[in-house]
């Protein structure tokens, strides 16, 4: 069965940085495409950033362009945020999730879903 499980979250004050991790199993991680979700408190869904199988093509919200980097290491199975110079904005629910057949930015169309780590920026 599809797991994704996400850790690495937690509190940081406004311009520090954290790591996620999403540790996938039970499909062959690195032919598929992964994404970074959020989900602020009392929002909807907000695609973060997507990578490709191999690593090699990335996109992200312009909001986190600069600031954070989406990662993986496909002989771990593991997915990562990197995420610096972290703002109260980014305060939300991060989960990573598998677009399957679906665009990178079609949210209502994927396939899998962790259930997510929370990260807090606040001082």
């Known amino acids: 069965q599809v797991q994704l499980v996400e850790s690495g979250g937690g509190l940081v004050q406004p311009g520090g940085s954290l790591r996620l991790s999403c540790a996938a199993s039970?499909?062959?991680?690195?032919?598929?495409?992964m994404t970074w979700v959020r989900q602020a408190a009392g929002k909807g869904l907000e695609w973060v950033s997507s990578i490709n199988g191999g690593g090699d093509m990335t996109r992200y919200i312009d909001s986190v362009k600069g600031r954070f980097t989406i990662s993986r290491d496909n002989a771990k199975n593991i997915l990562y945020l990197q995420m610096n110079s972290l703002k109260p904005e980014d305060t939300a629910v991060y989960l990573c999730a598998m677009p399957g057949a679906s665009s990178w930015l079609d949210l209502e169309r994927y396939e899998y879903w962790g259930q997510g780590t929370q990260v807090t920026v606040f001082s």
């Open positions: 039970g499909f062959p991680f690195s032919t598929y495409d």
